[in-house]
């Protein structure tokens, strides 16, 4: 269980188009979802915070208006990487997280990757 | 605040040697949780165990197995006998307050 399908796996686009990346929760309530950035041979860098139904919370340095956020429901949340260009290449990666009623803990897991490379 | 180290930027070791990865955490939050994930060439994330602060207890899956102290705050990760198909990038990371925070990753190469 705890199943987070992130698509597209893989993208290419033109500098200047717009990419939609979506993260899904399959068989659970996402009440936060988290979006991170990982650049080569780095660690995961967090961009965002997402409580369903409320603004996303971006972390310092990322640009809002650039990687739109929404997070409409508790299984789905979309990043959409406006006006992409060459340096928004990257590896993003979706997590979410929910409580287990039954031990209490905080079950984070996270989705495949979208890697997209803008030409 | 909250961190995470992973002193080790890369190891190296023949198959079948015994190696350990080393995690260093620090946080302020009394309930918190230790994650350790695998991330092959592919790129997708691959969780290997998640242990919460008031269990201290070492674990051993397979091959694999995890020394948890709190009183020096590591997480510590043994692989026993590797294998190549372990090499991979290990991560490991905490979860405090809904804030993850990761380390930078031990890059691990097994040679046959």
């Known amino acids: 269980g705890a199943v987070v399908s992130q698509h597209p796996s893989r993208v290419i686009c033109k500098s200047g188009t717009s990419v939609k990346i979506e993260c899904r929760s399959l068989?659970?309530?996402?009440?936060?979802m988290f979006w991170y950035r990982q650049f080569p041979k780095q660690s995961l860098m967090l961009m965002a915070t997402s409580n369903e139904g409320s603004k996303a919370t971006y972390e310092q340095g990322v640009e809002k208006d650039k990687f739109l956020i929404n997070h409409a429901s508790l299984t789905l949340s979309t990043l959409t990487v406006t006006s992409a260009h060459p340096e928004d290449s990257s590896f993003y990666i979706c997590?979410?997280?929910?409580?287990?009623?039954?031990?209490?803990?905080?079950?984070?897991?996270f989705g495949a990757g979208s890697r997209l490379t803008v030409l | 605040a909250q961190k995470v180290t992973q002193a080790q930027t890369e190891i190296s070791v023949v198959e079948k040697e015994d190696v350990t990865l080393d995690c260093v955490y620090e946080t302020r939050d009394t309930t918190y949780y230790l994650f350790w994930y695998k991330q092959p060439p592919s790129g997708e994330l691959v969780f290997l165990i998640r242990r919460n602060s008031f269990d201290e207890q070492n674990e051993i899956s397979g091959r694999y197995s995890w020394n948890f102290q709190k009183s020096t705050s590591s997480f510590n990760f043994t692989i026993t006998a590797s294998q190549v198909v372990d090499s991979a990038v290990y991560f490991c990371a905490l979860l405090g307050n809904y804030q993850l925070i990761w380390g930078a990753g031990t890059k691990l190469i097994i040679k046959p």
């Open positions: 997590s979410a997280s929910f409580r287990d009623f039954d031990s209490g803990a905080n079950v984070l897991t």
């Open positions: 068989d659970f309530q996402a009440t936060t």
